[in-house]
């Protein structure tokens, strides 16, 4: 296990999403996957917010839809090109998440998630209801694929399972310095305690807002993508369920790490493909698994792994430290929650 | 007088839609005072609550309010055991964990209502289907039934809660949880019991409201997230701020339909939420900070 730790490990998973496309012979299941390299770009911003700065946005897939959306509106009503389209996908679900995430983070704990919660619903109800912009129910058809350079247009399979391909690698690697550093730090004090984090002089405000921002701008980004990719709008990609779902990802990977959300979204939609007959009423079986989940895995699977080898370290220090035990050795070791993959 | 006809039919709709959402507010707000715990799944059991109904009147031909206690025992079992199987063992964990166990909870019996019920929108048939006239106003009956029952329910809760001492033990564990071991409170027991009430509260409200309304596996979700605002706003655990803030929501979606745009109704509370959030970040009624 060692050895797939680290870079090594993260190079391999790069490796095996490269040679996929080579190993299946099936266009459907690139789309599956790239489906699902989309919702966990989208899961990563989420599990910023709320696996590192502890405070539970459920408004995620809402601002999912607004880059889709802005995507969507932009290139089908007013011809701009995809990938200006795109970059402002990005910015504007930051722009619009500023003034919500000044509101909203006054909030603290339930309150903020209470909150967000009804946000996300104004979100959903304004896309569904203003139908001179969005095209309501009918939602938008007909997106252009995504250009490349030199006239290339990014429409098959295998092309666009590169591109989001591309953009989740980026997109992790980004989360992963972003959480390593100083400024991570930081928004994990902010999660284990506000108090201690402002005493040790955290401006809360500014940070819940930034690691807020940067959340969404990760959501409006994989909106961005879904239009580009799937091509076709509507209003239920705002729905509450996709922040639920991603949610479930986050926890099943484990909260609070990059890997785990990553592992998640990309594992869960093929198990779904395997209960595929149950589709509709896939919930009858993953609802109950998530609550048996929450009760006796909460740290998720990459979570108890990290756990697990953090208790052995301890154990074997406390072995080491035992033959030498004149002078007081610490042995404290990191706990599961705190490190990160 | 035309126009004082129009706001007395407002004001009509106002309460019905107002003791609806206390009804159901009343309920989150008990079990929120009790463990701390924002019950997503409520709105599951409101919707549970009017399947149950609509099953047993449709398929056994029960009268509709033998159909109203059938399905307010059954919601109220159901809660319960959601209490001892899920939040019971969560209850050491804070913040996140119960949130999204309350979510699977949600989801699960949600698909559960589609997988038995289907997705399709039913309507609910109520034997009082007729309409009152009084001095040019017209009423239909379902609607002043549902006036009547709920703020009677309101009336029974309020005297069950001040008046008996099975009552005070769960305004005791609100306010207190320690101070309440200390006397000899049961705090299982009192779970229990306040999710049990909860449960049936959704059951009844739901069963009041479906006859004019349709009945879907979906149809939790707005009453549920309207219900939040309304516990936001008269402060989380507090009884009289759940009944006070649904009926304030009610009027201004009433009349926010009536006056502003019907299109735009279900945006009213939330938008309201977000302002009054805003302004007052610690709620209209409570004091201090959050």
Request: glycine share 12%; with cysteine; aromatic share 12%.
């Amino acid at each position: 296990m060692k050895y797939l730790e680290g870079r090594i490990g993260w190079t391999l998973l790069v490796l095996a999403g490269l040679v996929f496309p080579f190993v299946t012979g099936n266009d459907y299941h690139l789309t599956v996957m790239s489906t699902a390299y989309i919702f966990a770009l989208a899961t990563l911003g989420l599990n910023l917010i709320t696996g590192y700065t502890g405070q539970f946005n459920l408004a995620h897939s809402g601002f999912m839809a607004l880059g889709a959306y802005v995507v969507g509106i932009l290139t089908v009503d007013h011809q701009v090109p995809f990938w200006i389209a795109f970059a402002l996908s990005g910015v504007i679900t930051a722009i619009v998440g500023l003034p919500l995430g000044f509101v909203s983070l006054r909030l603290k704990g339930h309150y903020f998630s209470i909150f967000t919660l009804c946000v996300g619903y104004i979100m959903f109800l304004v896309i569904e209801k203003w139908e001179s912009l969005t095209h309501g129910t009918v939602g938008i058809i007909g997106i252009p694929a995504p250009t490349g350079f030199g006239g290339y247009v990014f429409d098959q399979p295998r092309a666009l399972y590169y591109l989001v391909f591309a953009f989740l690698v980026v997109g992790a690697f980004v989360m992963h310095r972003i959480v390593t550093s100083l400024l991570g730090r930081t928004f994990m004090a902010i999660r284990n305690s506000d108090e201690l984090a402002e005493s040790l002089g955290i401006n809360l405000a500014r940070n819940k807002l930034l690691s807020f921002l940067l959340s969404v701008f990760y959501a409006g980004l994989a909106g961005g993508l879904y239009a580009g990719f799937v091509r076709f709008l509507g209003p239920d990609l705002a729905g509450t369920h996709h922040t639920f779902e991603m949610t479930t990802f986050m926890l099943i990977g484990g909260i609070g790490t990059i890997l785990g959300p990553l592992l998640g979204a990309i594992g869960m939609p093929w198990l779904s493909q395997h209960l595929q007959f149950l589709q509709e009423y896939r919930y009858v079986v993953f609802g109950p698994l998530i609550i048996v989940l929450v009760i006796f895995v909460p740290n998720g699977i990459v979570g108890s792994y990290l756990a697990w080898k953090a208790r052995r370290a301890s154990n074997e220090a406390k072995k080491l430290a035992v033959p030498a035990a004149a002078k007081p050795v610490n042995t404290t070791a990191p706990q599961g929650g705190a490190t990160h993959a | 007088m035309d126009f004082l006809q129009q706001f007395l039919q407002q004001v009509l709709n106002g309460l019905t839609l107002g003791g609806i959402y206390s009804l159901v507010a009343l309920g989150l707000t008990l079990v929120y005072g009790i463990l701390h715990v924002p019950n997503f799944a409520h709105g599951a059991f409101y919707m549970a609550g009017a399947f149950v109904s609509f099953h047993l009147m449709t398929r056994y031909g029960v009268n509709y309010w033998l159909a109203m206690a059938g399905s307010a025992a059954v919601v109220a079992v159901l809660s319960t055991l959601a209490e001892r199987l899920v939040f019971h063992p969560l209850r050491h964990h804070s913040g996140l964990h119960p949130m999204i166990a309350a979510i699977g909870m949600m989801l699960f019996l949600e698909a559960t209502a589609q997988l038995i019920w289907g997705a399709d929108f039913q309507r609910m048939q109520s034997p009082y289907s007729g309409i009152v006239e009084l001095g040019g106003l017209t009423a239909p009956v379902q609607r002043l039934l549902i006036i009547a029952a709920a703020f009677l329910m309101m009336v029974v809760l309020h005297l069950f809660l001040k008046r008996t001492v099975t009552g005070s033990t769960i305004i005791a564990m609100a306010q207190n949880r320690d101070g309440a071991s200390l006397v000899g409170i049961d705090a299982n027991r009192v779970a229990m019991l306040t999710f049990a009430i909860a449960g049936a509260l959704a059951a009844i409200a739901a069963s009041l409201y479906a006859p004019i309304n349709l009945v879907y596996p979906a149809m939790g979700n707005l009453v549920i997230t309207k219900a939040f605002v309304i516990i936001i706003l008269g402060g989380m655990g507090s009884v009289p701020g759940a009944i006070v803030g649904g009926l304030i929501i009610g009027f201004a979606e009433s009349f926010g339909a009536f006056y502003i745009s019907s299109d735009y109704k279900d945006i009213i509370a939330f938008v309201l939420l977000v302002v009054i959030l805003s302004v007052r970040p610690q709620g209209l009624f409570t004091k201090g900070v959050r």
